[in-house]
C-alpha cells in the first residue's frame, strides 16, 4: 500500500510559479507510475502530467511547456513544477500513484489558487 501526501500548493498571481511536492511511503515507490490530476470547482477531474517509473513523462496540451513533472525515487517523491500560471490553473492537485492500475493511490489533494 502507498500512502501520499501532497505540499506546496497556495495562492499565485498570474505569470507566478509553484512547485508541488508528492512524498510517498510504501515500499514500491520505484516501480509505480505516477501522476497529477486536478479539479477545479464544477469541473471534471483532469489528468494533468504523468511520469511513469522509468522516467518518461507525458503532459495534457493545456500545461505542455508550463509545467514539468519529475522523480526523486531515492526521496519517493515526485513533484510538479508549475510555471507561467494562468487562472485556469485553479484547482485542487492530486498525486496519484499507479494511476494506470485497477488498485491506485490518491493523496489528500492541496488547493493551487491563480489570481488574474
Known amino acids: 500500500q502507498v500512502q501520499l501526501v501532497e505540499s506546496g500548493g497556495g495562492l499565485v498571481q498570474a505569470g507566478g510559479s509553484l512547485r508541488l511536492s508528492c512524498a510517498a511511503s510504501?515500499?514500491?515507490?520505484?516501480?509505480?507510475?505516477m501522476a497529477w490530476y486536478r479539479q477545479a470547482p464544477g469541473k471534471q477531474r483532469e489528468l494533468v502530467a504523468t511520469?511513469?517509473?522509468?522516467?518518461?513523462?507525458n503532459y495534457v496540451d493545456s500545461v505542455k511547456g508550463r509545467f514539468t513533472i519529475s522523480r526523486d525515487n531515492a526521496k519517493k517523491t515526485v513533484y510538479l513544477q508549475m510555471n507561467s500560471l494562468k487562472p485556469e490553473d485553479t484547482a485542487v492537485y492530486y498525486c496519484?500513484?499507479?494511476?494506470?492500475?485497477?488498485?491506485?493511490?490518491w493523496g489528500q489533494g492541496t488547493q493551487v489558487t491563480v489570481s488574474s
Open positions: 510504501g515500499s514500491n515507490f520505484r516501480i509505480n507510475d
Open positions: 511520469i511513469t517509473s522509468g522516467g518518461s513523462t
Open positions: 496519484v500513484a499507479a494511476y494506470n492500475y485497477p488498485i491506485n493511490y
